[in-house]
């Protein structure tokens, strides 16, 4: 006899896929590690990122691993994170050179603002104007007198193109002085310099010169950010000073590559601006930092804004890396 339904092998081999399927359906993300790419190499630098790392396998329940991958001005790891599989499980660690920057230096980049999901903005962070104490400068009016009697003077930097040289050129801009960029491969030669006398400024981290103001042997003349900082108060913000276009802050955030699933772009952003609101986070920031988990659009306004306004002034300026 012809048997025209399905067999008890049949129905019972389907059966049996059944529990599989579901539980495939059924699990949740994230079920195994995410990567963090980080840019730059292990260090102090770091030490935030791998809070973020620890506070998510609380939140999320699966270990972040934190994956250095420096060189390049950040783009080795940045395009290690754009061509990531589309899935939430390898996320990049951006920085204000990464997307605000190096797309204005660099022709042939290999990614652009439109291959990541911009999730979380981590933190804030000013610079400083020093001078050398060997100099009878005390106030920021005083350099740009000084840097108008004596054009061509140089300030140290870590590099061209570097967050502090262009807030040097928004600062040039704005005061009128064609100062000289230095750069340097990294902040202590420069102060080695600085306090030799073979230069008579300096821009840079707020972190590196604070102590040797507190030591005497240099002052710092101007913070760029929006208002006083903390660690500073007695010092103006450029724009107390009279050059509110000098105002500059460097950001570092966290980003998925587009084309991420939506909900678990939320379930990721939200959590990293969790992480970021915590005291766990808070305990390891530098003093100068301001932590500022703004999400998604919020983020994704503020590199396009720092891109359209730093391109312009590298444009004007004629700033090449």
């Known amino acids: 006899m012809t048997t025209t339904g399905p067999t008890r092998r049949t129905v019972l081999g389907g059966l049996a896929a059944l529990p599989v399927v579901a539980r495939a359906q059924e699990a949740p993300f994230p079920n195994r590690p995410i990567r963090l790419i980080y840019p730059f190499a292990t260090g102090a630098g770091d030490v935030v990122a791998r809070a973020i790392a620890e506070r998510l396998r609380e ?18 790891g940045a395009e290690a994170a754009a061509r990531a599989p589309k899935d939430g499980y390898t996320l990049g660690w951006v920085a204000t050179s990464t997307l605000a920057l190096n797309p204005h230096f660099y022709p042939n980049i290999p990614y652009r603002l439109e291959d990541f999901a911009p999730l979380c903005l981590v933190y804030r962070a000013p610079l400083a104007l020093a001078v050398t104490a060997g100099l009878p400068i005390r ?8 840097m108008k009697a004596n054009p061509g003077l140089g ?4 590099g061209n193109g ?8 928004l600062f040039g801009a704005s005061a009128g ?20 006398g073979r230069i008579p400024f300096f821009a840079g981290s707020v972190a ?10 240099l002052r710092i003349l101007a913070v760029s950010a929006p208002e006083r900082i903390a660690p500073l108060p007695a010092v103006p913000s450029f724009r107390e000073a009279g050059h509110p276009d000098a105002t500059y802050e460097y950001w570092h955030g ?19 601006a969790e992480a970021v609101r915590s005291e766990f986070v808070r305990a390891r920031a530098s003093p100068d930092w301001t932590l500022d988990p703004r999400q998604r659009d919020a983020f994704t306004a503020l590199i396009r804004a720092d891109a359209e306004r730093l391109g312009r002034v590298i444009r004007e300026r004629g700033i090449s890396a």
Do not use: C, K
Request: aromatic share 4%; no cysteine.
């Open 59 to 76: 939140t999320l329940g699966q270990p972040m691993v934190v994956d250095n991958r420096p060189g390049a001005n950040t783009m080795i």
């Open 139 to 146: 106030t920021l009016a005083e350099a740009v007198a000084h």
């Open 155 to 158: 300030f140290g930097t870590v």
């Open 162 to 169: 570097s967050s502090p040289h262009l807030m040097m050129e």
């Open 177 to 196: 002085v064609a100062a000289v960029n230095v750069a340097y491969r990294g902040e202590q030669p420069i102060l080695g310099d600085l306090f030799t």
């Open 208 to 217: 590196t010169v604070l102590p040797h103001a507190d030591g005497g042997r």
């Open 254 to 272: 966290i980003v998925a590559p587009a084309g991420t699933p939506e909900p678990v772009l939320a379930r990721l952003a939200d959590a990293i």
